[in-house]
């Protein structure tokens, strides 16, 4: 019997209904489920924050930018991977680091395949410090 890969669900918070689209399809072509936000605020409410497995998030939100996103989901939620997106040409070359899941970049337009590796590699380092 084939073994499945892992099952993740990843919240996407991007203002753009293309790029969300876009990840979700990408996402759910993975095997992964994909919660879809239009701002950062939708998320914060929303109440799923427990319920998710990795956050993506574009940098460039009206009200609450990602990174701002980034500190509050992490300290509601320790160790949760996060992956930052911009459209922007110049990005940090050395993205924040927000607890102990750190943080990833990617620069628009980006590769699916790297950004589904780095969902799977983020989730795999969850599991490699969860254990004791």
Same mark, same amino acid.
């Given at each position: 019997?084939? +073994? =499945? &890969?892992? =099952?993740? %669900? ?13 990840? +979700? *399809? ?5 095997? =992964? ?37 980034? $500190? $509050? ?14 459209? =922007?040409?110049?990005? &940090?070359?050395?993205?924040? *680091? ?6 990833? #970049?990617? $620069?628009?337009? #980006? ?6 590796? *780095? ?8 599991? +490699?410090?969860? %254990?004791?």
């Amino acid at each position: 019997m084939a +073994e =499945h &890969p892992p =099952h993740y %669900i990843v919240a996407v918070v991007d203002d753009d209904g293309r790029i969300l689209e876009s990840l +979700e *399809a990408l996402l759910e072509s993975a095997g =992964h489920t994909a919660w879809l936000f239009a701002s950062a605020a939708a998320l914060l409410e929303s109440g799923s924050l427990p319920e998710i497995d990795c956050l993506i998030s574009d940098v460039d939100l009206p009200t609450i930018d990602g990174f701002e996103l980034s $500190r $509050r989901v992490c300290a509601a939620r320790p160790g949760l991977p996060i992956i930052l997106i911009t459209g =922007h040409a110049v990005a &940090p070359d050395r993205p924040p *680091a927000f607890g102990a899941g750190g943080c990833r #970049f990617f $620069r628009k337009p #980006f590769d699916g395949e790297d950004l589904l590796m *780095a969902v799977n590699d983020a989730m795999q380092n969850r599991s +490699e410090r969860a %254990i004791p």
